[in-house]
């Protein structure tokens, strides 16, 4: 389905900032489904080590079977968990890396700045974290941008039950602890955005 909506553009964006890396050498990806994301980051980064996290088993299978298709050598440093990102208990002492592609429109602002406020705990001094989401670029968004925004809400809420149905913003949870902005990728008219957010040193 993303491919007939939206063709390579979100998966451009998923992996637009990965050259810009300080050779991280371990990263937290959160709710990556299928694994596109995960695979390219193996992929582009032989010797990180990924802790990769989705609440639904039957997505963690698909990320699974696609490494094992795809990069099977790579298995052996992505740990793969089953958990509630707003809650689960991390696992490295520290990350140089995180990555939240359209996960964070799954959420309340609450839930967004409780999760970015116990990740960042984590993150190293110059760590980066990658967001990529939907945004509606301006006072007046087209009508198009929300007529698509609303309609792949209702799927979501018929599909899987989400309560979530608005975006909120991540960036000031970013900036409060100790983000800034260091790159910024925009297509479909800023519709689809990936941003890169460096921690201070
Ligand atoms: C819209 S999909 C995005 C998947 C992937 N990041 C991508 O770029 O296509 C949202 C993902 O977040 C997962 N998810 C939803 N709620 C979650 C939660 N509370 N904790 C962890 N993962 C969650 C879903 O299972 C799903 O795989």
Not at 1 to 9: K, Q, R
């Amino acid at each position: 389905m993303e491919y007939a909506v939206f063709g390579t553009a979100l998966q451009r964006c998923r992996c637009c900032h990965l050259d810009r890396l300080q050779n991280p050498r371990s990263a937290l990806v959160l709710g990556d489904g299928d694994g596109r994301f995960t695979a390219c980051l193996a992929d582009r980064y032989p010797d990180l080590q990924i802790d990769y996290l989705d609440i639904s088993g039957k997505m963690i299978a698909l990320a699974r079977r696609r490494m094992e298709r795809e990069n099977a050598a790579a298995l052996e440093r992505i740990h793969f968990h089953q958990c509630d990102a707003r809650t689960a208990t991390l696992w490295a002492e520290r990350y140089d890396l995180i990555a939240a592609h359209f996960f964070f429109d799954f959420f309340s602002y609450a839930d967004i700045e409780r999760m970015i406020s116990r990740i960042s705990a984590l993150a190293a001094p110059g760590a980066a974290w990658i967001v990529s989401d939907f945004e509606l670029p301006s006072n007046r968004p087209a009508l198009w941008a929300r007529l698509l925004l609303r309609t792949m809400y209702l799927f979501f809420r018929f599909t899987i039950g989400l309560e979530n149905q608005r975006l909120s913003d991540w960036r000031a949870p970013l900036r409060a602890h100790g983000f800034v902005a260091r790159g910024a990728s925009r297509l479909w008219t800023g519709f689809i955005v990936s941003d890169l957010w460096i921690r201070a040193e």
